[in-house]
């Protein structure tokens, strides 16, 4: 499985960004997807996440509200719909994968063995 990450750009306080993953090598579907972000200087965190295309969504308290992830099945993609962007959304945004993945590890990054490049999203004041 390959992913592509892309979306991500500079933004003001307030604003939206759409990012997508593009999956190929494997129907996006038959995976355990999720995002996590890393901001400078700190460790990797989990931002959301669905397990193999069920209808339940995981999200980190922080974004909860205001961040929505979602399955293209006709692009095979998975987007992370971004709304009211904080200052402290700023960061690296990593999309991950797995085939194998434990349910009750979908918000541990160990857990996924596919990850995308990273696209840079900055909030400013």
């Known amino acids: 499985v390959q992913l592509q990450a892309s979306g991500g750009g500079l933004v003001q306080a307030g604003d939206s960004l759409r990012l997508s993953c593009a999956v190929s090598?494997?129907?996006?579907?038959?995976?355990?997807v999720a995002w996590f972000r890393q901001a400078p200087g700190k460790e990797r965190e989990f931002v959301a996440a669905n397990f193999r295309s069920g209808s339940s969504l995981h999200y980190t308290d922080s974004v909860k509200g205001r961040f929505t992830l979602s399955r293209d099945r006709a692009k095979n993609t998975i987007d992370l719909q971004m709304n009211n962007l904080m200052p402290e959304d700023t960061a690296v945004y990593y999309c991950a994968a797995s085939s194998r993945l434990i349910y009750s590890t979908i918000r541990v990054s160990s857990s996924y063995d596919a990850w995308g490049q990273g696209t840079l999203v900055t909030v400013s004041s």
């Open positions: 090598g494997r129907t996006s579907s038959a995976l355990t």
